[in-house]
């Protein structure tokens, strides 16, 4: 594999599908910046990950981001996948399990996403397990996301992490989130609310096991989406995409989250950005804490 790598262990890891498929396209450079931004004013650098022209990229440059955006049409890349981009000479954003992958060989620990992906039963279609749940067992990176998407069968995903022996862990909360509502109807492992404290246990449980941790960091209260709404707009996404041709597998989220982002008049996505910048800021200062810890 041909790794470009620009980063290091006071790096954090950011994905680029959040980019390329998680907002409108014209809204994703000023939001990379963003992110990058809140990464170094807590302490820690960004390295955005993602594969260009058959290069493994992390800690992709202005030029290389604005290559990939550029294009008509970008690809997703997961670990099942990633080999195939790789050896075709292809290009694809990078989904968390991807991201993982190539963090973990660049040496980057912390990485911050939106919500990971996980168990999915869209009606009158096949169950869909996302291949972020298995790359927990094997790359030792801490994930700092919202949980996961309000749209997936959030028990069965909380099941599932339990099932792999990925320990799941709250920032400031006793509950599994839901991307779009703090509390997703499960709880995690253990909460922290102290950082250096969750600094030394992410640590010490990434060289102890070398798998993931799932940090969980609910979407700021002002920002959360009424349950009710959410409800309602899920339903009425979920009937447009089964009578507009029923999107499965790894379509079945991008479809669903682009009619929620419609029918809601753009209050998804602004909760989506939203938790995506604060899942960056405590990541950031996840790494920074680890580093701290690493120095001492």
Do not use: Q
């Not at 022996?165 to 709880?187: H, K, M, S």
Request: net charge negative; hydrophobic share 45%; aromatic share 4%.
């Amino acid at each position: 594999m041909h790794l470009t790598n620009r980063a290091g262990p006071d790096c954090v890891a950011l994905e680029t599908t959040l980019l390329a498929h998680g907002v409108p396209r014209e809204a994703a450079p000023a939001l990379a910046r963003d992110l990058e931004a809140i990464v170094r004013d807590a302490g820690a650098r960004p390295a955005t990950v993602g594969v260009l022209r058959g290069g493994a990229v992390v800690g992709m440059n202005d030029e290389e981001l604005g290559a990939m955006l550029a294009m008509e049409r970008v690809a997703k890349g997961n670990s099942s996948n990633l080999g195939v981009f790789l050896s075709a000479g292809g290009t694809c954003a990078t989904t968390v399990s991807a991201t993982m992958e190539l963090a973990a060989a660049a040496g980057v620990r912390v990485f911050a996403t939106g919500g990971v992906g996980g168990v999915h039963k869209m009606r009158g279609g096949p169950l869909d397990v996302s291949a972020d749940i298995l790359a927990f067992t094997r790359f030792p990176v801490a994930v700092v996301s919202s949980g996961v998407k309000a749209i997936l069968d959030v028990a069965s995903t909380r099941e599932a992490f339990e099932t792999i022996g990925a320990p799941v862990i709250g920032w400031r909360t006793n509950a599994f989130p839901a991307f779009y509502l703090r509390d997703g109807g499960a709880r995690v492992d253990a909460r922290f609310d102290d950082m250096p404290e969750m600094a030394r246990f992410v640590r010490d449980e990434l060289r102890r096991t070398g798998r993931g941790v799932l940090v969980c960091n609910p979407i700021p209260e002002a920002d959360e989406i009424a349950p009710d709404d959410w409800r309602r707009w899920l339903r009425e996404a979920e009937s447009r995409v089964e009578t507009e041709g029923g999107a499965g597998g790894r379509d079945a989220t991008p479809s669903i989250l682009a009619a929620l982002h419609e029918i809601s008049g753009g209050a998804t996505l602004r909760a989506n950005i939203a938790l995506v910048k604060d899942n960056a800021r405590v990541a950031a200062r996840l790494c920074a804490a680890m580093m701290e810890i690493r120095g001492s």
